[in-house]
């Protein structure tokens, strides 16, 4: 496959990486010490486009696919990890009402989604109900035109700052997987809260929320496609996503050989600057071996769902995978590379080290990767 970027992807990915460089990267460790929300880079965000990236052209959003969404979110994440999960989980709770809602529905929500006048979160994983999505219990009990919603949401990305969550229930929870439906709702309705914000190792700037749902009434025509196809819809949306969490991965790498690199040629021990010892040479060989590597596979599978592909699950699950897995070889080896200097807060690869774990964590572990692409790799669907 060619992966000769088009002329809109290319600018893309400039821009992206202009604006991470002059104001995502000097405010990211600020924004890892506060963790306050961005609201002033996601607003500018928000008028640069970045939030429509991959939405419907005709509901205000660029229609650029998913190769020119991973180049976007890859350059915010070089900058600043937290500010590019902002990003990828809007993509991630968008793309749900583009495969599955009515025409309504996308008038009513993807416009404001578009212009990042609303952030977005994905509401799927549970305190019991992480992995195995089918054994949810968050339940959505039919009441007239409505829908009346109970339940707990743990780790949901841009949770309390959500305008829109689409949200994922039982309505039938005797019929196990095919018992799930999706839902949109919106900030503010009654019976919505956020009972806690998670206080994590890394990538603190964007919150991670746990949601409560207590009778919670949903209008009927919320719903996002028929009765039951919640299941099928997220794992659409995950295969969808999974590239743009490679991407984040590719965009820590490099700026964690970036910084690897210039501190290797300014370091110097035994006479010399560390990057003339072949220890050091043969770390950074290996950290950019892996970033390619990672790179082309996750182009791939972007490349593949833009192309129209009847399938890519297994390409999609590769590339989280191998990304998620270099990345984190990546940022240990530029943290060595620091040696001492690495384990603190005055170079930014402590914070690449800690912001990196969660991807190998989120949108299925490796573990579930592995599983996913042997289930492809044996023809077992
Ligand atoms: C920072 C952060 C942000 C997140 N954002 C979101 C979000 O926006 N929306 C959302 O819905 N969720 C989100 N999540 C949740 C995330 O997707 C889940 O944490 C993840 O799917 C794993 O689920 P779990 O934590 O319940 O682990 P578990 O499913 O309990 O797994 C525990 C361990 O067992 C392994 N395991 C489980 N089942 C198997 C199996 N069959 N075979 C082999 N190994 C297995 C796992 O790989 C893991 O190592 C987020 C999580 C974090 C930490």
Request: with cysteine.
């Amino acid at each position: 496959m060619d992966f000769t970027l088009s002329e809109t992807q290319r600018l893309l990915k400039q821009t992206a990486r202009e604006l991470a460089e002059r104001e995502l990267a000097p405010r990211a460790a600020e924004l890892d010490r506060t963790a306050a929300f961005p609201w002033g880079t996601v607003r500018l965000l928000g008028q640069t486009g970045f939030f429509g990236v991959p939405l419907p052209a005709a509901y205000g959003g660029g229609e650029a696919g998913v190769l020119a969404s991973c180049l976007v979110v890859e350059e915010l994440a070089r900058g600043c990890m937290s500010t590019s999960s902002v990003v990828a989980a809007h993509f991630l709770a968008a793309w749900p009402i583009v495969l599955a809602g009515s025409a309504a529905q996308k008038e009513r929500y993807l416009p404001p989604l578009a212009r990042g006048e609303a952030i977005a979160a994905y509401a799927q994983t549970e305190p019991e109900a992480g992995s195995d999505v089918a054994a949810l219990r968050a339940s959505a009990r039919r009441d007239g035109d409505a829908y009346v919603l109970n339940g707990t949401k743990r780790f949901i990305t841009n949770g309390s700052v959500a305008g829109v969550c689409v949200v994922f229930a039982k309505t039938d929870p005797a019929a196990g997987h095919r018992g799930i439906s999706a839902f949109v709702v919106e900030q503010g309705a009654p019976g919505f809260s956020v009972s806690r914000l998670e206080h994590k190792m890394g990538q603190r700037g964007v919150p991670t929320a746990e949601l409560v749902f207590a009778d919670c009434r949903v209008p009927a025509d919320q719903r996002l496609g028929p009765e039951g196809s919640g299941f099928r819809l997220a794992m659409q949306t995950l295969d969808w996503s999974r590239p743009l969490i490679g991407a984040q991965a590719i965009g820590i790498g490099q700026a964690a050989l970036d910084a690897a690199t210039a501190y290797a040629r300014q370091r110097t021990t035994f006479g010399k600057v560390i990057a003339e010892h072949q220890a050091v040479r043969m770390m950074l060989a290996d950290m950019v071996t892996d970033l390619e590597a990672a790179r082309l596979l996750d182009y791939r599978a972007a490349a593949l769902i833009d192309a129209g592909a009847p399938r890519w699950t297994l390409e999609a699950s590769i590339s989280k995978l191998f990304a998620g897995e270099a990345s984190r070889r990546i940022v240990n080896a530029a943290v060595q590379i620091h040696g001492g200097y690495g384990y603190v807060a005055d170079f930014a690869v402590e914070r690449y080290y800690r912001d990196q774990r969660v991807i190998e964590l989120y949108e299925g572990t490796n573990e579930i990767q592995r599983l996913i692409i042997a289930r492809e790799l044996l023809g077992e669907r």
